[in-house]
């Protein structure tokens, strides 16, 4: 499940944040993909954050483009990337950051 955040600090020790929009219908379908990826990856604390409340953020992290995921491993931001191409794409990109 994604749980809905207003800043990027983490006390979690892995977490990907999704940056989003209101009216995306890519970021609709990125949401759908990490609710079923959040099942079972419990070692990993799933966010989101509307880019429409916080555009700070975009210019902070020089995101480039929604839908965006943030990475971070002990509160420090290990990676950013777009491309999400499926469910099982996502899946293998997470395990690769669990240690």
Do not use: W
Not at 30 to 41: D, E, F, H, N, W
């Amino acid at each position: 499940m994604l749980k809905e955040t207003d800043d990027l600090e983490f006390s979690d020790p892995l977490v990907l944040t999704l940056i989003y929009t209101s009216f995306c219908g890519t970021c609709e379908m990125a949401k759908r993909m990490l609710s079923v990826i959040s099942q079972s990856m419990t070692d990993i604390s799933f966010y989101q954050l509307n880019a429409n409340l916080h555009p700070h953020v975009l210019k902070t992290y020089s995101i480039s483009s929604i839908p965006c995921f943030l990475v971070y491993k002990e509160g420090q931001l290990i990676d950013q990337f777009y491309a999400f191409h499926s469910v099982s794409f996502l899946y293998d990109k997470l395990r690769g950051y669990i240690s």
